[in-house]
């Protein structure tokens, strides 16, 4: 890879662009970090017969590893403003090369489980990569940029799994790991070669600089209904997706490599990233968040009548929806995102650091009334779910739309 000079980055220049390679470097960077909360998930039921775990502990390594990001995203991910990010970034990688090895050579659950919660916190090295991006690029292509840069994480999450799963297979559970470690150890050297410095944007101690997440809140509107909007867009998207999985084995006998199969469909709508980046830089973002959000309320009412196909229609119907809502969803956050790094350039890794507590926020509630609808009310119930939470958001993003005409 070409060495990139490691020139002071903040403020951006006026006009400059950001070279393709370096892009490609943060797209690639964010979509591993990203990918290493997930690869867990379909080697459970391998690992968990290799370390001799019962369910309930094996459970533990998926929910520790969402608990250590969501930390991180709260206690890391502002320490972007206040550092240097690209030494951040850096660290982070050293880090989460070392948990992802003390994961793939646990002894037993209990080494496992901590790796998992330390791999967690270190994996928010893609939170500070995406502002970096937004940083770096001029502010007539941060949308199409960091729409790029998003693309990455978004294949990060939807074929994490399908590469774990195989990889487990064949080559055994703790060589998926490894692997991991080993791609993450590049891209640090990546970025230590290409990644050029930036300058911290404020002094604030840790506790003051945590503190003052509070006042941006109050401060920024925008910020408010940016992490709203996209939370209950977010409850939709893991509503779905947490309960596919049960629905498609009770009603259509199949497994959980079919479930990961359907995340292939699903990464049809990373393609929305880079359109929507381009779309938003010049219509401007709100167009983008409400054509976004309104696709994926009509993707998932779409599915409400699914029940009274064929069992092939429904699958067809429920793939075809997929593609739908996952475009929208995204195609809305990186607009969202566009907004929120505009509000306060002194703050973008504060203000990422919030907009994403609102995003975990929605997919949290979104995975639990999703079991809680699946059972109570069947697949209908978890499309209702999901549409009623993306037309929520397509209202709020309205009402603000008519507030500002006034």
Avoid at 92 to 112: D, E, N, S
Avoid at 317 to 324: E, P, Y
Wanted: hydrophobic fraction near 55%.
């Amino acid at each position: 890879m070409t060495s990139i000079p490691s020139v002071h980055a903040q403020p951006a220049p006026a006009q400059a662009g950001v070279p393709a390679g370096l892009v490609l470097l943060l797209a690639t960077g964010t979509g591993l970090s990203v990918a290493s909360l997930y690869y867990s998930q379909p080697m459970l039921g391998v690992l968990g017969a290799d370390l001799q775990a019962g369910t309930r502990a094996v459970g533990l390594v998926p929910t520790v590893t969402q608990l250590g990001y969501a930390l991180g995203i709260l206690l890391l991910a502002p320490l972007g403003d206040r550092f240097d990010r690209r030494s951040v970034i850096l660290v982070k990688a050293v880090l989460l090369t070392l948990a992802l090895l003390l994961c793939g050579v646990a002894p037993g659950i209990a080494g496992l489980v901590a790796g998992s919660l330390a791999v967690g916190l270190t994996a928010t090295m893609a939170q500070d990569l995406v502002p970096a991006a937004a940083t770096l690029a001029p502010e007539a292509q941060r949308g199409k940029v960091v729409g790029t840069v998003m693309t990455g994480l978004l294949l990060g999450i939807l074929l994490s799994r399908v590469v774990s799963g195989f990889v487990a297979e064949h080559f055994g559970w703790r060589a998926m790991y490894l692997g991991a470690a080993l791609a993450i150890a590049a891209v640090g050297v990546a970025v230590w070669r290409g990644l050029p410095r930036f300058t911290p944007t404020t002094q604030l101690g840790y506790g003051a600089l945590l503190g003052s997440m509070a006042s941006l809140w109050r401060r920024h509107p925008g910020l408010r209904r940016a992490a709203m909007a996209q939370g209950l867009l977010s409850m939709g998207f893991s509503a779905f997706w947490s309960t596919l999985a049960v629905m498609l084995h009770s009603s259509f006998h199949l497994g959980s490599a079919a479930a990961g199969a359907f995340g292939l469909a699903g990464a049809a709508g990373a393609l929305a990233a880079p359109l929507a980046g381009r779309l938003s830089d010049r219509r401007g973002p709100e167009l983008v968040i409400r054509l976004g959000a309104g696709l994926a309320a009509l993707s998932f009412a779409a599915m409400l009548p699914a029940p009274l196909l064929p069992a092939g229609a429904q699958l067809g119907l429920i793939v075809a929806s997929a593609i739908g809502f996952d475009f929208g969803i995204q195609a809305a956050l990186v607009a969202h995102q566009t907004i929120v790094y505009g509000l306060e350039p002194a703050a973008r890794s504060r203000l990422n650091a919030l907009l994403f507590t609102g995003v975990f926020i929605g997919m949290a509630s979104g995975a639990a009334m999703g079991s809680l609808a699946l059972s109570t009310w069947g697949w209908s119930g978890v499309a209702l779910l999901a549409a009623l939470a993306s037309s929520g958001a397509l209202v709020l993003r309205l009402a603000q739309r008519r507030a500002s005409s006034r």
